[in-house]
Nanobody, 121 residues
Framework: VQLQASGGGLVQAGGSLRLSCTLS????????IGWFRQAPGTERTIVATINWDGTQATYVDSVKGRFTISRDNAKNTAHLQMNSLKPEDTAVYFC???????????????WGQGTQVTVSS
């Protein structure tokens, strides 16, 4: 089983990046997908979640209106489109496959490796 995250990089403030997360070895539609981030010296925190069929998405307040989470179960892939990036968005971003309880992230079954996002001012 492998959860692969990609798409990070260096971008100027106001720019955009699109992160991707692909699951192999398991049925992708079984799982909700979450994107988390961790800046140096801080805890890993949730950024966005999407339920198994893509009908329900949630976002942390700091990214609402700028980030969009989506998924394509036919391609076993989820995306995090990040627009209007700010220096405070700089972090290592992780995708996770797991389960929601209502709209809250409940349990992580698999973690992807992190992908670095750096936003310069």
């Amino acid at each position: 089983v492998q959860l692969q995250a990609s798409g990070g990089g260096l971008v100027q403030a106001g720019g955009s990046l699109r992160l991707s997360c692909t699951l192999s070895g398991r049925t992708f539609a079984t799982y909700a997908i979450g994107w988390f981030r961790q800046a140096p010296g801080t805890e890993r925190t949730i950024v966005a979640t999407i339920n198994w069929d893509g009908t329900q998405a949630t976002y942390v307040d700091s990214v609402k209106g700028r980030f969009t989470i989506s998924r394509d179960n036919a391609k076993n892939t989820a995306h995090l489109q990040m627009n209007s990036l700010k220096p405070e968005d700089t972090a290592v971003y992780f995708c996770a496959a797991g389960f929601l309880y209502g709209s809250a992230w409940y349990n992580t079954e698999y973690w992807g490796q992190g992908t670095q996002v750096t936003v310069s001012s």
